[in-house]
């Protein structure tokens, strides 16, 4: 399993990464043990987890997922095999995460509640890579087509913010600190801080990327290239569209697009886009799904794919597309993709 360096530490993660945010929702206990077992076995040593999962947002299930990672970890002893990393959630009305908030901030009195209770939930002593799951500030987190401003006076001021993450570091309840669906210029502006207090630099940012969701190409990209905060890619399937299981029409019982329609709404207007993608790959001779995930995975500025399972056999397919020999011809689909539909996913 190919290693590559988490920003500028001495750590090195698969460039496979196991996602988790459907234990507890959509996956048992048991069947999160299973999936957790099998992706060591398999050499992955990377686990992504927050501290709202399981999705959707819901205060009956919030914490399960880091509760089930816990009692493993608790079960097999085996803390120094693997990476563990989590989120604080940022700006948001899911209240239920704190004891007393009317909304989720990144205060520094937020961070350490959230610190505190993902440490005891995950029944581990520290947490490898802490992220901040979306901005703070009053700006869209998951994407964008048009910018609007807001109030610069009324967000946490980024050094707060950093520092209470510093002042968890120093402690040890966390090594490494990350950003999740931010932007540049909160990104370059941590950097900066970081640099001239000597505190932790962000050493990631985990942002939705695949075939059809291409925008941290744009300016993100290089600021992963340059500055160590490399691309943690989450969705590389596109919530499951390009699997290829949606494509005659039907809708599987028990998938996301069943559960949870109003998800998969970002995607409306890539359709055509999913079918000429799914199509390609079966082309090339590949399943749509090796096609999508190891385009991810060759990517320059990716540090690690995470890829999410509801069954054993969609793991062992996530994992085996690492194994594909990436070639010429698949790039120059894959840049005909990108021409013809300009990353209509934001």
Not at 15 to 38: I, K, P, S
Not at 44 to 49: G, K, L, M, S, V
Not at 72 to 100: C, F, H, P
Not at 295 to 305: W, Y
Request: include cysteine; proline fraction near 3%; glycine fraction near 6%.
């Amino acid at each position: 399993m190919e290693k590559r360096k988490l920003g500028q530490t001495d750590i090195e993660v698969t460039t496979v990464c196991l996602g988790t945010m459907t234990w507890g929702e959509q996956n048992t206990e048991a069947e999160a043990h299973e999936q957790l077992d099998y992706a060591i076995d398999r050499g992955i040593n990377f686990i992504d987890a927050a501290e709202m999962y399981p999705v959707p947002g819901d205060p009956k299930t919030q914490g399960r997922t880091e509760e089930y990672i816990g009692n493993w970890i608790e079960a097999r002893k085996n803390r120094d095999q693997y990476i563990l990393a989590t989120k604080v959630a940022g700006r948001s009305a899911m209240k239920w995460t704190r004891d007393s908030a009317t909304q989720t901030r990144h205060t520094p009195a937020q961070i350490d509640e959230a610190v505190e209770k993902s440490l005891k939930r995950l029944k581990t002593d520290y947490i490898d890579l802490y992220q901040l799951h979306w901005p703070d500030r009053d700006i869209a987190g998951f994407g964008f087509h048009s910018y609007r401003d807001y109030d610069t006076e009324e967000m946490v001021a980024l050094e707060d913010i950093l520092g209470a993450l510093h002042r968890h570091v120093e402690k040890g309840n966390i090594r490494h600190v990350g950003l999740s669906n931010e932007y540049g210029w909160a990104t370059m502006k941590f950097l900066e801080i970081a640099d001239r207090n000597g505190w932790p630099r962000m050493v990631s940012n985990q942002c939705v990327y695949s075939l059809i969701s291409r925008r941290f190409d744009y300016e993100r990209a290089e600021i992963a290239m340059r500055e160590g905060v490399g691309l943690l890619a989450y969705s590389p399937l596109a919530m499951g569209l390009l699997t290829g299981k949606y494509d005659d029409g039907k809708t599987p019982k028990g998938s996301r697009k069943d559960l949870f329609p109003d998800f998969l709404g970002r995607y409306s207007a890539a359709q055509d886009a999913i079918i000429d993608c799914n199509d390609t790959a079966r082309k090339l001779g590949l399943t749509p799904t090796e096609f999508a995930l190891k385009f991810v995975e060759t990517r320059v500025f990716l540090t690690s794919n995470i890829i999410g399972a509801t069954t054993m056999e969609q793991l062992e397919e996530n994992i085996n597309a690492h194994e594909i020999v990436w070639t010429d011809e698949m790039e120059k689909e894959a840049a005909r993709i990108h021409e013809t539909y300009r990353s209509p996913v934001a």
